[in-house]
C-alpha cells in the first residue's frame, strides 16, 4: 500500500486548499477512504472519509460545511476540497485507506495572515 499526499501549503485565512492523495498498492475502488491531520502537540484526528463508491461522506464537526471529501476511482485518487480555512485547520494532514495500517508522509497546511 503506497499513499502519497499533496497539495499542502501556506494560505491566508478564509482562502481555500486542494489535497490530493495518489493510491496503489491496494484495490482503491472497494476500499473507504479517509483523511486525517495532526497538529503539533495533539492527536491525530478523523477529519473526512468516504465510501468507496463515494456515494456517502462523514466529517468532523469543525470542518462540516467547509471541507468536501470526494473521490476518482478511475485515478486511484482521493482529495480533499478546504475552504473558508481558518488557523486551527493547520496541521500535517494525511490520508488512509480503510483496513490497511499504512499512512503516506503526509502534506502540510499552515493557516495562517
Known amino acids: 500500500v503506497q499513499l502519497v499526499e499533496s497539495g499542502g501549503g501556506l494560505v491566508q485565512p478564509g482562502g481555500s486548499l486542494r489535497l490530493s492523495c495518489a493510491a496503489s498498492?491496494?484495490?482503491?475502488?472497494?476500499?473507504?477512504m479517509s483523511w486525517y491531520r495532526q497538529a503539533p502537540g495533539k492527536e491525530r484526528e478523523l477529519v473526512a472519509s468516504?465510501?468507496?463508491?463515494?456515494?456517502?461522506?462523514n466529517y468532523v464537526d469543525s470542518v462540516q460545511g467547509r471541507f468536501t471529501i470526494s473521490r476518482d476511482n478511475a485515478k486511484n485518487t482521493v482529495y480533499l476540497q478546504m475552504n473558508s480555512l481558518k488557523p486551527e485547520d493547520t496541521a500535517v494532514y494525511y490520508c488512509?485507506?480503510?483496513?490497511?495500517?499504512?499512512w503516506g508522509q503526509g502534506t502540510q497546511v499552515t493557516v495562517s495572515s
Open positions: 498498492g491496494f484495490a482503491f475502488s472497494r476500499s473507504g
Open positions: 468516504i465510501t468507496s463508491a463515494g456515494d456517502t461522506t
Open positions: 488512509k485507506a480503510r483496513y490497511f495500517a499504512s
